[in-house]
């Protein structure tokens, strides 16, 4: 049984039209009323004709709202085995959560929608997805087109570890993708299309205070790598004052070394259960990191043979930005050629096609 998980705060009719429409495809269907106040009443009410509904005595956030959503499915529905995750103000359409539940059905655990973007996008949702995308990019080693997007799906057996992940508002969604990254789980992702009504003026986000609060919460939980990259901007910075452009061919590679010892120590538990889930591959960060100290060591050479006034930090500092965007667009390359595969192995109609013209070939 899958359930319909809605974290509410003060909603209109879209809700109930949501919830109509989810009652009649058969869901199963949970409502956390965010401390909405007593002016919204009659609206759960009505709400809870046809779905369970539970409320916070004030406003919490989302993600404080969701985990309490978690921490009561089981208990209202104990034959459930996956849940969705749906925002309450109508931007999901049904045909896109049926999706979802299909995913789920065909044997995923964790779905994320992605967006397409297409169409009238408002500005501040088209530049905070496209910043968010780099950086999470950079930061994970991992391109999502789309991490925050509300509409997903999870195996309840994921609960545990969900209501743990740090975060009460909208930081709570990113980190959990993060957190999903981090324990190796696959996010098998299903597109879109985007959908803003009214030019998302129903949206309770705030786009200053909120943007500040995912990227605290991001920051903190990657607190190994954000302190790696510290570490070895300091360690850089200690060599060219004290050896300036000399012995580059060992001060770069040491000071990555180090800084990546930093990670080990301060990540080692994540670290170690990764490994024990996935095997070597569970070890591609750390293969990732080697390789940019690698990458690092060559391109500080170069530069400072073509710029050979340049000081010592400032040629590193630009092998970093160079190497930033072809970092990015060779994850979205991977990215990209591994969802293809995948899509290609799930399609029955494709793999007859591929070997039809295997045979024709030979």
């Known amino acids: 049984m899958t359930v319909i998980l809605i974290p509410a ?94 995913a789920l059905g065909q044997g995923a655990s964790m779905v994320l929608t992605v967006r397409d973007f297409k169409g ?46 740090a975060g009460s508002r909208y930081d709570y969604e990113i980190n959990v993708i993060y957190h999903a990254d981090r324990q190796g789980i696959t996010i098998t992702t299903v597109p879109i299309r985007s959908v803003y009504l009214n030019d998302n003026q129903s949206s309770h986000f705030d786009p200053a205070k909120d943007t500040f609060r995912i990227y605290k919460q991001l920051f903190a939980s990657a607190k190994g790598k954000v302190a790696a990259s510290v570490i070895y901007e300091i360690l850089i910075m200690i060599a060219g004052i004290i050896f300036g452009r000399k012995w580059w061919m060992i001060t770069v590679p040491i000071s990555g070394i180090i800084a990546l010892a930093a990670h080990i120590m301060i990540d080692y538990e994540n670290i170690r259960d990764r490994f024990i889930r996935n095997g070597w591959k569970g070890l591609d960060n750390i293969t990732h990191s080697i390789a940019r100290a690698i990458v690092y060591t060559v391109g500080t050479g170069i530069l400072l043979s073509v710029l050979p006034m340049a000081p010592f930090m400032l040629v590193f500092n630009l092998v970093v930005l160079i190497m930033a965007p072809i970092r990015y667009n060779m994850h979205r390359l991977y990215s990209d050629r591994t969802r293809q595969h995948e899509e290609s192995e799930a399609d029955p109609h494709k793999q007859q096609l591929s070997l039809e013209q295997h045979n024709h070939a030979s």
């Open 120 to 165: 009238k996008i408002p500005f501040f949702s088209r530049l905070g997805n496209g910043l968010s995308r780099w950086v999470y990019t950079l930061l994970t080693g991992h391109y999502l087109s789309d991490n925050q997007s509300g509409l997903r799906g999870y195996s309840v057996e994921y609960i545990p570890w969900l209501i743990r992940v």
């Open 9 to 102: 705060y003060k909603p209109d009719m879209e809700l109930l039209n949501l919830i109509d429409a989810l009652y009649m495809e058969g869901f199963s269907i949970l409502v956390v009323d965010d401390g909405s106040g007593p002016e919204y009443d009659l609206v759960f009410a009505s709400a809870g004709e046809k779905a369970k509904v539970i409320h916070n005595p004030r406003n919490l956030g989302k993600g404080a709202a969701l985990k309490n959503g978690m921490r009561n499915l089981m208990e209202l529905f104990p034959d459930a085995t996956h849940f969705i995750t749906v925002d309450a103000d109508g931007q999901h359409r049904l045909h896109d959560i049926l999706k979802v539940r299909n």
